[in-house]
């Protein structure tokens, strides 16, 4: 990469909120190492809720592509973004790019490294369902990173597995998810957030493009079937801005007395979110990960998942987007406290929260330190 008294200059792209939160413990790594220039380049494809979690953090964007813009399609997301990338990189001539998870905003850091000649480092690497159109467009864009990246820093042994069926063996590390490293770095500060008292908490998140129309309508059914059936449960909701999923959710949750639905939470109030909750409905990758950290059992309103350890641990269940299913599976944890003990475990399949240190140190052999 370099020589080793030089410094290697380290692009960090993060676009989302979910990568700034995984992106954030490495970042923070690399800025104490002395060998390491890092510059943050963000897109914005997340605007609000991106700025938040990197200000939560204490990290600044160098560059800001700001590429939101009201009800986006993806062609001329990844057209604009491509392009604005290319331009940037070819500026900054970093000697490293690292980008995490399977956003357009991955891919697209990805294909731009690739066209430049930059080697490309590819956090949470191997997460796979098999299936191109589920979750779409996040598998074809982590696919498409895996192809390109020189360095593959995979979560977990299944994620690792994953590559090697591909054929990527080279420069593969299991490493943990970085998402721990953060939610322990956050949580052991954080207090729960207050519920009213007597009743259970059930967090909700909904908002992938895969979810939008009747996955969505299902699920909000099954939300409202719920609260009306247990008086003691009441549903907090931090709604998408997203008009595919602010519209629909409103229209079938809002005016209930116990149903909450509110901006999306910065990161710390989300964590603080998690801690209160009695149970956790999402259709989000990182709660998958987050929420059984903190012993929450987790419902997965998907018809697929790419992080299948937390099912295999029992910690995670996967029910699709079938309104009876939803309730069903909710009822049993509801109603049966052995049932919610033995979801309730507090494992986490997903690492130590030593992930980002591991990065490091793969950046540090090859630059030469």
């Given at each position: ?83 604005a990338m290319d331009r940037v990189l070819k500026v900054e001539q970093p000697s490293a ?131 009306d059936a247990y008086p003691d449960v009441e549903v907090l909701y931090p709604v998408h ?129």
């Amino acid at each position: 990469m370099t020589k080793p008294q030089e410094q290697a200059k380290i692009v960090c792209v993060v676009g989302t909120r979910p990568e700034a939160v995984k992106m954030a413990p490495v970042i923070l790594a690399l800025q104490r190492e002395p060998w390491a220039q890092v510059r943050v380049l963000a897109t914005g494809q997340h605007r609000q809720m991106l700025d938040q979690v990197l200000q939560a953090f204490g990290i600044t964007a160098d560059i800001d592509l700001d590429m939101m813009q009201p009800n986006q399609d993806l062609t001329s997301l990844t057209a604009r973004m491509l392009t604005a990338m290319d331009r940037v990189l070819k500026v900054e001539q970093p000697s490293a790019v690292l980008a995490q998870g399977d956003t357009t905003t991955v891919m697209v850091a990805a294909l731009a490294s690739f066209y430049l000649h930059i080697p490309f480092g590819h956090v949470e690497a191997g997460l796979r369902t098999g299936d191109l159109r589920r979750p779409f467009p996040e598998e074809m864009n982590r696919v498409m990173a895996g192809r390109l990246a020189q360095w593959h820093f995979a979560p977990t042994e299944s994620a690792r597995q994953n590559l090697a069926r591909e054929g990527i063996t080279d420069e593969v590390y299991v490493t943990g998810n970085t998402v721990i490293d953060a939610l322990q770095q956050v949580a052991a500060h954080t207090p729960a957030s207050e519920a009213h008292e007597g009743r259970r908490l059930v967090l909700v998140t909904m908002h992938r493009r895969e979810s939008f129309g009747g996955p969505l309508e299902e699920a909000c059914n099954a939300i409202r079937t719920l609260v009306d059936a247990y008086p003691d449960v009441e549903v907090l909701y931090p709604v998408h801005r997203n008009p595919n999923v602010l519209g629909p959710v409103e229209k079938l949750l809002g005016g209930h007395p116990r149903i909450r639905l509110v901006e999306p939470l910065d990161y710390v109030p989300f964590v603080a979110a998690m801690k209160s909750a009695y149970l956790v409905l999402t259709d989000s990758g990182g709660v998958q990960e987050e929420a059984p950290a903190l012993a929450k059992p987790v419902l997965v309103m998907r018809e697929e998942t790419e992080r299948p350890e937390a099912v295999a641990a029992g910690v995670v269940q996967l029910v699709g987007t079938d309104a009876q299913k939803i309730v069903g599976a909710a009822r049993r944890l509801l109603d049966d406290p052995a049932a919610y003990r033995a979801m309730a475990k507090g494992v986490s399949p997903y690492g130590d929260g030593k992930a980002a240190g591991r990065i490091v140190d793969v950046l540090r052999r090859y630059a030469g330190h």
